[in-house]
């Protein structure tokens, strides 16, 4: 009995529905809408794939120093101070290396 019962299910997964066919609208359950209104959407996280693609050889090319900074304040969410202690800089010099090696980046990054 079992198995029918799980059979009867599996084969709901292979029915497929007109682009056309209206269907309740989850954002919106009072409206209907129609699969084809919901195809072609943008994704919100595509431009930061992007940008992570495009960074990668940019940050590739800075110099070790500012490499580890990179990972130690975005990676490892360490404060400027945190870091200053680790490299033995001030948290002031740790502030202006990371907004030069920002700024350099964002500069590489608009230019492509």
Do not use: W
């Amino acid at each position: 009995m079992d198995e029918v019962r799980e059979g009867m299910v599996a084969a709901n997964g292979y029915t497929s529905s007109s682009l056309d066919a209206k269907a309740l609208s989850a954002e919106a359950p009072d409206e209907e809408s129609g699969f084809l209104s919901r195809l072609g959407m943008v994704d919100p996280g595509i431009e930061g794939a992007e940008n992570l693609v495009c960074l990668k050889p940019l940050i590739a090319g800075l110099p070790e120093r500012e490499r580890r900074i990179l990972s130690m304040r975005f990676g490892a969410e360490m404060t400027q101070t945190e870091i200053g202690a680790e490299l033995g800089l001030s948290q002031m010099h740790v502030s202006r290396l990371l907004n030069r090696t920002l700024a350099q980046l964002r500069t590489g990054l608009l230019g492509e």
